[in-house]
Structures are given as C-alpha cells and as structure tokens.
C-alpha cells in the first residue's frame, strides 16, 4: 500500500521512481495562459496603433539632453555655494594662511560663481538655445496658413 500513493519530496513530486519538477512561477491553467495572451495582444495593438515619428523622437532627445545640462549646471552652482563657505570655513579661520612664504586667500565666491558662469554658461546658453530654437521653429511651422492650391 506504501507503493501507490506518490510521496512528495522537496525538489517536486515522486511518482513511480519519476520525479516530475515543479515550479512556483509556472502557469497553473489555462486561464493564465489565455491572460498572457490577451494582454501581449493588447500591447501589441497599443503598439502598432502608435505611427514612428522620428521628429518626435529628436524633439524628445533634444528636450533630454537640454534640461540634463541645466540640471547639471544648477547642480554645480548650488555645490559651489555650499562648498565655498565651507571649504573658507575650514581652511581659513584667520583671516591668512602663510605657507612658506606663500600667503593663500580665503575663496571669494564671487570670483568662483563668475569662472564657473563664464566656463559654462556659454554652452548652456548654446544648448538650451538650439532647443528652443527649434522648438520655436517646429511651432511656427504649425500654426503657418497652408497653401490651398
């Protein structure tokens, strides 16, 4: 009588010295099966319904690659203006330092906000410039009248 009834190990289920794997992600019925099959339907479709647009796409990229720069930009700015009272802070606590024979300056920040401004800011204005030079262009381009003819 012990012979009959399968036994369950770990690792799935003996049945007559087979062992049949079992899985806990498997799909358990055909309900699941035809579930999956309608929703790969379904975004199929959403797919193919969407037409390919490469302006689209280069407007997207053009919008990714502007607003990274100025996020980047803001990003030095706002570390600069932490980091520079700080660093004065830290290194400076008189008014001098004098190493040998040398005297170093506490950090105007002013001074660091205008390098940064000039080494930056010329291809900031560059990218977010040629961004929304073209967005200007694509606008205008459709609210233009059409030719009737």
Do not use: C
């Not at 339907?41 to 969407?50: G, I, N, R, Y």
């Not at 205008?140 to 009248?145: D, E, F, L, M, V």
């Amino acid at each position: 009588m012990a012979g009959l009834f399968p036994k369950k190990k770990k690792g799935g289920e003996k049945i007559r010295y087979i062992t049949i794997p079992t899985y806990s992600g498997a799909l358990t019925s055909p309900r699941d099966i035809e579930k999956r099959i309608n929703n790969a339907v379904e975004k199929a479709q959403e797919t193919s319904q969407k037409p390919h647009d490469p302006a689209k796409i280069m407007d997207e990229s053009r919008r990714t690659i502007a607003l990274t720069f100025v996020w980047f930009f803001l990003g030095i700015v706002s570390f600069v203006v932490i980091a520079v009272p700080i660093y004065n802070a830290f290194f400076f606590h008189n008014a001098r330092v004098v190493v040998e024979e040398t005297t170093y300056q506490p950090l105007d920040i002013e001074k660091v906000l205008a390098t940064l401004g000039t080494l930056l800011g010329t291809p900031l204005g560059f990218v977010v410039g040629y961004y929304f030079k073209e967005e200007h262009a694509r606008l205008k381009a459709k609210t233009a009248p059409r030719d009737s003819k």
